[in-house]
């Protein structure tokens, strides 16, 4: 379904934004030796807390035995960890370690800074009322959760 006249300038926003991120991504995944299965699950891990490999794969529409390999080298690399599920001692669930969130904060200054870069040529106050509409969305889905 096309999307009507007044959303094109959101369209082309997006579009620019979305570019300079996942630019920023490939660059990110080429330094850090990491692919997008690995970067996901550090992204699911840091928001749930924990999760059990199949989990993961589950969110990444993967099957377990495809991500228990990049898990493994998550772990190996100090990103992730392994513990004892407290509900359930025979599993074991994935946590963000301290090396992982400095990871994902550094990856966020830096998605940030390019969000900023992408929009600075926007005239007017177009991004300020873009960055307000942005906070109320994320107020909005916050209270929904």
Known sequence: MPLAASHAPLEALTRRMF???????ARTLK??????VQ??????VDERGSMRIGDVAAAVDRTLTSVSRP???????????RMEDANDRRAR????????????????????????????????????????????ARTSFSEKE
Do not use: H
Request: aromatic share 2%.
């Open 93 to 136: 669930v994935l946590t963000l370690s301290a090396k992982g969130r400095r990871f994902l904060a550094q990856a966020g200054s830096d998605r940030v800074r390019t969000m900023l870069e992408a929009t600075a040529s926007i005239p007017g106050n177009a991004a300020e009322i873009l960055g307000e509409a942005l906070s109320r």
């Open 19 to 25: 570019t300079r991120i996942i630019t920023a991504l």
């Open 31 to 36: 330094s850090q030796d990491l692919d997008v």
């Open 71 to 81: 898990i493994d080298d998550l772990v190996q690399r100090g990103l992730l960890q």
């Open 39 to 44: 970067v996901a699950a550090l992204y699911l």
